[in-house]
Nanobody
């Protein structure tokens, strides 16, 4: 089992920045991919960014050029969010997955989520 704890969400004005952090504990040696999804009210959960232990990354189209994912090691993942827009408002979920792909799989784990609100 893997436990994930997120931090760094909050309220920011449009054009501002936030940095999300996520720390994994438990069976961290099983983790390959870590990253972030988000879910806005009434919408499906969507990939924001993911990163494998080998450094391969993938970003959602709507955040390319504004958000940057990074990892310290197998335990921590960060999301630097710049030039935030009101449409970035959502609950952001950290995920960790043992599979080789970027996306969350049924073998993966979720954090509890952190709210990001961008005011216009």
């Amino acid at each position: 089992q893997v436990q994930l704890v997120e931090s760094g969400g909050g309220l920011v004005q449009a054009g501002g920045s936030l940095r999300l952090s996520c720390t994994a504990s438990g069976n961290i040696f099983s983790i390959n991919t870590m990253g972030w999804y988000r879910q806005a009210p009434g919408k499906q959960r969507e990939l924001v960014a993911g990163m494998t232990t080998g450094g391969r990354t993938n970003y959602g189209d709507s955040v390319k050029g504004r958000f940057t994912i990074s990892r310290d090691n197998a335990k921590k993942v960060y999301l630097q969010m710049n030039s935030l827009k009101p449409e970035d408002t959502a609950v952001y979920y950290c995920y960790a997955d043992p599979s080789s792909g970027i996306y969350y799989s049924p073998r993966g784990y979720w954090g509890q989520g952190t709210q990001v609100t961008v005011s216009s």
